[in-house]
């Protein structure tokens, strides 16, 4: 996990996995190109190659068998090609993964996105925002910034704060923390295009305050005034991915001053992984948050102390990211597709060479030239086993896990331009009795990334918050924080515990609680 400069060591940002992104129909068309499988009709493929070339079109995949070719194209010439009489039919090309982080969306969402899993997990599915009130809540995203141009949060109703001294325009994100936390809150439900938020339907008001630069830094003083311009702009929920170590008193006056006028404010409880207090989200008008992975159980990196007063959604999280800079990296030897994870840092480029072991990958091998590097995890960092590869002539590189599961990595500072991927332990212990076959490794740009940290569970919460209220606006903040709290799912522990808080938060029952009971406690 990414730790913060300065007094504020424990901001959740946690941009640690970045898997893969929306489908590739999705991903190209922001270049102007879309990703689709071509079948051809019996003995008419050469004439099909011949179109899909006229056509500006580029092999990606060779499907022989079934007389079918995966390519990328120009959008604007995907008509023609479907109207070729040498073509029997023309389909997308659909993403898939071993694990159930997303699913083809269904209702009430429109078809052809991804759903992270964590929206129905919080009851988002049952309380759709289009049914809602949700216009009458305003969420204020204290964070990096958002991409005003993505696909997914260009329309959405959303005002904003920027530092022109500081931090700089809102509407940019330098380091994609802040756009990743808006699409979570408020990716637009549209069809054929990247995911959904929590609330999808373009009706919810955001606004957004910029603290962080591309360095991801800023001081208690600057996040006390930012929530003071998010209760200028009206906001009912104060969404805040970050944190320190250090309360501060006068952040913590900021904080009672808000709740008293109405404002509830929803903050990361930390990445560390232990007992310790993160501010804000541990002064006791700050609601805490706590993360989980999608099998509902407690996120190892997650804080955990008598503060977490909730918990969401915040391993593997699918949400948005400044378009075009996300990774989505692809492997396949000897034929056989495999799923890795992205090492932050690779260039954006293809590369097929046999596959060769590299060991550790911890000195220079003049074999290794032309060769991807297979390389087991562990004794040194990613950096230099990446380096390593391509000073030894290699072409591509892919590091597998030296423990059980699936990993991703960092290259830190270092500049190399061969693409370079991670791998599980199994996915190693395969690959190595595959030396000496075609190993094709791609990293590609995409609009879309997974992330972990209790960051990305922050917006689930401040999202269903504001849901929840908008068909009870009449309720208090402190209202809204118990009601949450009292209708959350209870896991660990029977009743309130450390890790997870009240549990894991939930939309409908938060919802028909209130409906039943009132407001009041």
């Not at 946690?14 to 990703?35: E, H, L």
């Not at 917006?459 to 929840?468: E, F, G, N």
């Amino acid at each position: 996990m990414k730790k913060l400069k300065g007094s504020w060591t424990g901001m959740a940002v946690a941009i640690a996995t970045v898997m893969f992104g929306a489908p590739m129909s999705s991903m190209a068309q922001d270049q102007g190109r879309t990703r689709v499988i071509v079948a051809a009709k019996p003995g008419a493929m050469a004439a099909v190659r011949a179109a899909i070339a006229k056509a500006g079109g580029r092999v990606k995949v060779e499907l022989g068998d079934v007389n079918a070719v995966a390519i990328d194209l120009p959008l604007r010439a995907l008509a023609a090609l479907k109207r070729n009489g040498n073509i029997d039919f023309v389909e997308a090309d659909p993403i898939r993964r071993p694990f159930a982080t997303t699913s083809p969306s269904a209702d009430p969402y429109e078809l052809g996105q991804l759903e992270p899993y964590g929206i129905r997990m919080v009851q988002a599915d049952q309380l759709p925002s289009g049914d809602s009130l949700a216009g009458n809540r305003k969420v204020c995203i204290i964070d990096s910034g958002y991409d005003l141009q993505h696909e997914d949060l260009a329309h959405n109703p959303v005002t904003g704060d920027s530092d022109p001294l500081g931090s700089g325009d809102w509407f940019v994100d330098e380091n994609s923390h802040g756009t990743h936390v808006a699409g979570t809150v408020a990716a637009m439900n549209h069809a054929g295009v990247g995911v959904v938020g929590v609330a999808p339907n373009m009706t919810l008001n955001l606004h957004i305050v910029k603290v962080f630069d591309a360095e991801g830094w800023a001081y208690s003083s600057t996040l006390s005034n930012a929530a003071m311009k998010c209760r200028k702009a009206g906001a009912n929920v104060i969404s805040m991915s970050l944190g320190g170590s250090r309360a501060g008193r006068v952040e913590e006056k900021v904080f009672n001053f808000l709740t008293k006028r109405g404002i509830l404010s929803v903050a990361a409880a930390g990445n560390d992984g232990n007992t310790a207090f993160s501010y804000p989200a541990s002064y006791p008008t700050v609601m805490s948050v706590g993360a989980l992975d999608v099998n509902k159980a407690w996120a190892t990196f997650s804080q955990f102390n008598s503060e977490v007063d909730i918990s969401a959604p915040g391993v593997d999280v699918l949400s948005s990211v400044p378009m075009g800079t996300g990774a989505l990296p692809s492997l396949s030897v000897g034929g056989v597709d495999y799923a890795p994870g992205a090492m932050d840092g690779s260039p954006n480029a293809t590369a097929t060479a046999p596959l060769a072991d590299f060991g550790l990958g911890d000195a220079v091998d003049p074999g290794m030239a032309g060769k991807v590097c297979l390389i087991q995890r562990g004794n040194i960092d990613f950096a230099t086993k990446v380096t390593n590869c391509e000073t030894s002539g290699g072409v591509g590189a892919v590091v597998y896990n030296n423990a059980p599961g699936g990993f991703s990595g960092t290259l830190g500072a270092a500049v190399t331009t061969i693409p370079s991927v991670t791998a599980s332990d199994t996915e190693g212990a395969a690959m190595l009795g595959q030396l000496g076959q075609l190993a094709t490794v791609t990293v590609e740009a995409t609009n879309y990334s997974f992330f972990n940290g209790t960051s990305m569970a922050t917006p689930h919460v401040s999202a269903v918050a504001a849901l929840v209220w908008s068909y009870f606006p009449s309720c208090t903040a402190e209202q809204m924080k118990a009601s949450l709290m009292l209708s959350a799912e209870d896991l660990g522990d029977a009743g309130r515990d450390d890790k997870f808080g009240a549990g894991l938060v939930q939309a409908k029952a938060a919802h028909d609680r209130i409906l039943a009971n009132g407001c009041g406690l």
